[in-house]
């Protein structure tokens, strides 16, 4: 195990990640002297337009686009960032207005105003993008523009989430002169207004970022430049971390590579774990035959062992989950524990002998091979070996990389598949809203009515949000009895950096996207 003094630096729970080490006092004057800061993760975008992705290719947003809101180091709480103020104007949160910055600029030079952003949030509803994140918006009326500097949003219902979303990348406020009304854009130019611009993107490979000289917002950039690497798995990641190719690891460790980090006294690496709000989870699709049966659903999440693949797919880098919230956040459950409990081969015979089903039910399960860390084939392999060796199930394996992925299950190809989720925002309602109704995340339409037209808007209605506890978890039973979406496990935040880099404490926001400008490198300890 490292020397926690030095090698593990524990990070508070991702609500609050906000230490900051002592190694940073002696930062280097010139912070690129040695070049640029190399970022290395697993996750590469899916598309480089906000109005077309509700993944992890809000990491790169973050970092080149501007939202009305956002989280300046050490808040959990939206904060005005391209708006000089933003709050709800009327008692019942339905509407929301917000006043820009004086003089806003995209990083070409065209002036950031009122209408630029009226033209962004309107774009994400008309293209409403497969997968993309028009489903944030549900509770949006309308936005308008008031002269240069003032945006209206009216909602259709309160929503108290609202300033959330608004800080969520996928507002990311784009150039109208750029990016079309009613299409995303094709190609792998961007023109934003956040803290860096794109100098140069590489698909799948890199991604290189350079200070905006335009850029006014929080962000105190304490570094000149980054280049994201994209890595197709964590070995080649880590070999070069170690060979000094790149300086930071983020996103995609595996856990044998975490385990070695810990065990082996790298004196020139360290190892920052924190708690995290990722969850991996399995979605059945309606639309095949045996996945849209209830009694089907229910007897794989009967004898799916969660504990088995944290400790032997995860190494324990991962905790257990019996509920879409994880633990941590108010409203948190165990569901999933609670009606169906410890894994049982006779309970599911029974469920399914019950709904009259005899013969082995015959599923396909898909995952992507470059997403959510390079575990996700064995465990996929492991869910296969737990349900074949029930004898109550065959299993087909099937990949593809996270691009093609995301067509497919956009497309309803999929009969049972494999989702990671990073929170838009650190509340029980972004754990159960992306995923239920007619138009969500996944692309395979969830309807429920209780949910969408009666838990939700009552738990939106209420500011305080420690007072929405009730409605989270009754919505929560309600996933458990309907069994369309299973929740795996939830994971852990690790960044690996080379021992000259400084920043990578403060570097997650409450949604764990890395804030790349908070890196720079240190001349000494």
């Not at 104007?89 to 006043?99: I, L, W």
């Not at 190719?245 to 070695?260: E, F, K, N, S, W």
């Not at 087909?396 to 838009?424: A, C, E, I």
Request: charge should be negative; aromatic fraction near 10%; glycine fraction near 8%.
């Amino acid at each position: 195990m490292f020397n926690r003094n030095r090698f593990l630096r524990k990070v508070a729970a991702i609500a609050s990640i906000s230490l900051v080490t002592g190694c940073s006092l002696f930062s280097d004057d010139d912070p690129d002297s040695a070049g640029p800061i190399v970022v290395g993760t697993t996750s590469a975008p899916s598309t480089l337009d906000p109005a077309g992705a509700w993944d992890g290719s809000w990491e790169l947003y973050r970092n080149i686009f501007q939202t009305l809101l956002a989280y300046p180091n050490g808040s959990t709480t939206p904060q005005p960032d391209a708006a000089e103020s933003c709050s709800f104007t009327d008692s019942t949160s339905r509407t929301y207005r917000c006043k820009l910055r004086a003089g806003m600029k995209f990083a070409d030079g065209d002036a950031l105003n009122a209408e630029a952003v009226q033209h962004s949030i309107d774009r994400i509803r008309t293209i409403n993008a497969p997968g993309g994140p028009a489903g944030l918006l549900g509770s949006l009326d309308r936005v308008e523009a008031s002269g240069d500097r003032e945006v209206v949003f009216h909602l259709n219902q309160s929503d108290a989430t609202f300033p959330f979303v608004l800080a969520t990348p996928a507002m990311s406020i784009v150039d109208p002169d750029d990016y079309p009304a009613n299409s995303l854009r094709k190609d792998d130019k961007v023109y934003g207004s956040g803290p860096y611009e794109l100098k140069s993107y590489e698909e799948g490979k890199q991604a290189v970022l350079t200070k905006n000289g335009n850029y006014d917002g929080f962000a105190d950039r304490k570094n000149d430049e980054v280049t994201i690497r994209y890595f197709q798995d964590s070995s080649t990641m880590v070999k070069a971390l170690r060979d000094k190719q790149i300086d930071v690891t983020y996103r995609g460790l595996a856990a044998d590579d975490i385990i070695a980090l810990q065990k082996h006294n790298d004196t020139d690496l360290e190892l920052v774990d924190g708690a995290g709000t990722d969850i991996s989870y399995l979605v059945f699709n309606p639309k095949d035959s045996w996945a849209k049966q209830p009694a089907v659903r229910k007897a794989v999440a009967q004898i799916v062992d969660r504990g088995a693949i944290a400790h032997k797919v995860y190494k324990d880098t991962v905790d257990p989950l019996y509920s879409m919230v994880p633990k941590g956040l108010t409203g948190h459950s165990t569901g999933f524990f609670d009606d169906f409990g410890n894994p049982s081969v006779a309970k599911a015979r029974s469920i399914l002998s019950d709904a009259g089903i005899t013969q082995r039910v015959p599923l396909t399960f898909w995952y992507t091979t470059d997403r959510y860390g390079s575990e996700t084939g064995l465990m996929f392999k492991e869910l296969k070996r737990q349900l074949e060796g029930s004898g109550l199930f065959t299993i087909t394996l099937k990949s593809r990389p996270w691009k093609d992925y995301v067509v497919g299950y956009q497309k309803g190809q999929y009969p049972v598949f494999g989702r990671g989720w990073f929170p838009d925002f650190p509340d029980a309602d972004n754990f159960i809203a992306p995923f239920v109704g007619e138009h969500n995340a996944l692309g395979t339409p969830y309807p429920s009515k209780q949910i969408t037209g009666q838990l939700l808007p009552h738990s939106r209605a209420e500011s305080d949000r420690a007072q929405t506890v009730k409605d989270m978890q009754q919505a929560q039973q309600i996933i458990v009895q309907d069994a369309r979406l299973l929740p795996l496990w939830q994971g852990r935040q690790y960044v690996a950096a080379s021992d000259d880099i400084s920043g990578g404490e403060q570097a997650l926001d409450p949604s764990t996207i890395m804030m790349m400008w908070t890196l720079h490198r240190k001349t000494s300890w």
